[in-house]
């Protein structure tokens, strides 16, 4: 960003505070990429009303690119016309946090949240790790835990994908309880109505595909067990040929590949990285895998509507468990119980079909997998909740 882009911000911050809003225009945005909820109901915002002005608020040129390419608006975040259509916007949508849109601009706007998926580890003001981010020391902590609470309170609604995750992520947020509705998020429309690409359908066609998503480690920090030794991947590629199965990995978009694979799991015939075939949203991958293996990812939650097996491996998982992320309560036991620790016995698992087995996980599944027509539930809500003109 030049020296003068930055310099013209604070202009944009007071027009965005002097100005009445436009009601019509709606921002979208997502700090990783272009995926996930706002993606989801941006996209179907923009393709079902002839009333809002909707636009998609890019990190890169590359993003801008992709979302225009597909026939929707979209401008660079970081842009004069970004702070433009931010400060005027009435509606401003986000997944992660305020940094998915321009965040000062954000806050005179009505702020509507989904949260990026079920919380397992601990976040906002339960987490340690949140509260460190400016120092560990008693006064940042308070620092910070005002700063988190003073955004998350110009959060004028949150849309939660289940009532467990609804009264979590509040009470870790500081949002008031009934400013959120437990209707399902946008991603779940996306899963069950989306077509797989030509590139997926060829790739898994007659073939049983298992999905290894394991999350993102803060500084890389994979424990030794992730390391697969060569016998270990001899064997490993024996199974899955043996099982006609194909290996996709799709790894968190905060993990650095080349880090990944100096642990040994490298491609191969029955093995691929899912970014090598331009495959980025998991999501899309849901419908034609047969099995997944995860660790502490609320993916758990949404592969489990498709009722397909799950296996958990987390060989860190005391690691997690007592660091500064934490983890809720409800889900200590779960991996003390189910997580497996070692590369033997995950293909132990793979072929003895030993899968994992929850109660709170089966139940909050299935209160998801009744959830239908999301994008338009949310539309309708925010139409009438607001009593605006959708």
Not at 69 to 84: C, I
Not at 205 to 219: A, D, G, Q, Y
Request: with cysteine; proline share 3%.
């Amino acid at each position: 960003m030049t020296f003068f882009l930055k310099a013209t911000y604070p202009i944009f911050f007071l027009i965005s505070l002097a100005f009445p809003r436009k009601e019509s225009i709606w921002v979208f945005g997502n700090q990783k990429r272009y995926f996930d909820n706002t993606r989801y109901f941006f996209e179907y915002v923009s393709d079902t009303s002839e009333i809002i002005s909707a636009y998609w608020l890019a990190n890169t040129l590359d993003e801008l690119n992709e979302v225009s390419q597909l026939g929707y608006q979209a401008v660079l975040k970081n842009s004069f016309k970004g702070y433009w259509i931010a400060s005027r916007a009435g509606f401003s949508f986000i997944c992660n946090g305020f940094s998915d849109v321009s965040r000062l601009l954000a806050l005179k706007s009505k702020v509507i949240s989904f949260w990026h998926g079920t919380p397992i580890k601990k976040i906002y003001l339960d987490s340690k790790q949140d509260l460190q981010k400016l120092g560990s020391n008693k006064f940042s902590i308070f620092l910070s835990s005002l700063i988190l609470r003073f955004l998350n309170s110009n959060i004028n609604f949150y849309y939660a994908s289940n009532e467990f995750e609804r009264v979590k992520v509040t009470a870790a947020a500081a949002i008031k309880l009934e400013k959120s509705l437990a209707l399902g998020v946008p991603r779940f429309d996306f899963m069950r109505i989306s077509t797989p690409s030509d590139k997926i359908l060829e790739l898994t066609k007659n073939k049983n595909v298992i999905l290894f998503s394991p999350t993102w480690r803060k500084n890389e920090a994979w424990s030794e067990r992730h390391v697969i030794t060569a016998a270990e991947y001899a064997e490993l590629k024996n199974l899955l040929a043996s099982s006609n199965s194909l290996f996709i990995v799709k790894l968190h978009p905060l993990t650095k590949k080349e880090r990944f694979l100096s642990m040994g799991l490298l491609p191969s015939k029955n093995i691929i990285y899912s970014d090598d075939y331009g495959i980025n949203d998991i999501n899309s991958l849901y419908s034609v895998s047969d099995l997944m293996i995860t660790d502490l990812s609320s993916t758990i939650f949404d592969f489990c509507i498709f009722n397909k097996p799950i296996l958990i491996f987390m060989p860190d998982y005391k690691n997690y468990i007592e660091g500064e992320r934490g983890v809720y309560d409800e889900f200590v036991r779960l991996l003390e119980k189910n997580s497996l620790v070692s590369w033997k016995s995950l293909m132990e698992a793979i072929s003895s079909n030993s899968y994992l087995s929850n109660e709170l996980i089966a139940e909050v599944s299935l209160e998801s997998s009744r959830k239908q027509n999301v994008c338009q539930l949310i539309l309708s809500d925010i139409a009438t909740r607001f009593n605006t003109q959708v």
